[in-house]
Structures are given as structure tokens and as C-alpha cells.
């Protein structure tokens, strides 16, 4: 049984309040990347302010919400895409990750954060830059 890291609540606060601030900020600011992904039963397009670490294969995403966040359910049943540090990145193949295997992945100041909160969960995604088009 997996137990949710921080509370329900604070992601309705962080949809409303905070994730409008960071996203403002995410497309720049690495660790910030804006995850963009298209809602599986709405079909809206979304954007989810993300922290996204750099791996051989692509990034790493802690799961501080724990695995039953819709953004990751949404990218299980379709594509998406992410844009760090202004590249916008193809995502595929998302591979969950528990404890240690998906620790180990992350910067050892984001470990130390993570550890009080109880967040033993990540997901890595095979990520390919996708090549900018010149303004015309």
C-alpha cells in the first residue's frame, strides 16, 4: 500500500495558488520544467509545473503527490512533452521507480529534502530534444 507523501489538499492550494507562480518561472529555472500533457478523459491541454533531473535516459520526477496524480496518468495513456531551461523535450516510456532506485537519480540536496516528506516514489522518462523550428 502507498501512502501520499503531502496531503490532497495542499495540491488543490498548489494548482490554484502556487503552480500559476511556478510556471511563470519553469520553462527557465532548471530544476523547474513545465510538463505538458493533454488531459486522457477532457482532452484539454495541460501544463504541470515539475522538478525534472537530468538522467542517462532522459529525467527523473519525484512523485511528491505520490503515483495517483493525474498529470502521470495522463502521460501513461498518452504522449507528452517537457520544457526545461527553454528546450522542449519529447517524452516517452515512463518507468515508475521506488526507494533507492529512483533516489539514487536525484541530486543528493533534493534526497534530503524528499527523505522528511516520505516520498520514496519517482517516475524516469526517456526524453529526445525536439529540434526548434526558426521563427519566420
Known amino acids: ?19 500559476p507562480l511556478m510556471i511563470a518561472l519553469s520553462d527557465d529555472v532548471p530544476p523547474l520544467a513545465t510538463l505538458h500533457h493533454v488531459g486522457r478523459r477532457s482532452g484539454k491541454r495541460l501544463r504541470t509545473p515539475v522538478f525534472a533531473f537530468p538522467t542517462p535516459h532522459g529525467f527523473v520526477i519525484a512523485l511528491t503527490y505520490g503515483p495517483d496524480v493525474q498529470w502521470l496518468h495522463n502521460l501513461e495513456a498518452g504522449e507528452a512533452r517537457l520544457v526545461r531551461h527553454r528546450v522542449v523535450y519529447r517524452l ?7 526507494g533507492d532506485d529512483g533516489a ?15 516520498v520514496d516514489e519517482f517516475v524516469e522518462l526517456r526524453a529526445e530534444p525536439i529540434p526548434s523550428t526558426p521563427s519566420l
Open 1 to 19: 500500500m502507498s501512502t501520499m507523501p503531502i496531503p490532497m489538499w495542499v495540491t488543490r492550494v498548489n494548482r490554484r495558488v502556487t503552480n
Open 92 to 98: 516517452t516510456d515512463p518507468v515508475r521507480l521506488h
Open 104 to 118: 539514487r537519480l536525484v541530486p543528493a540536496w533534493t534526497r534530503a529534502g524528499l527523505r522528511p516528506m516520505h
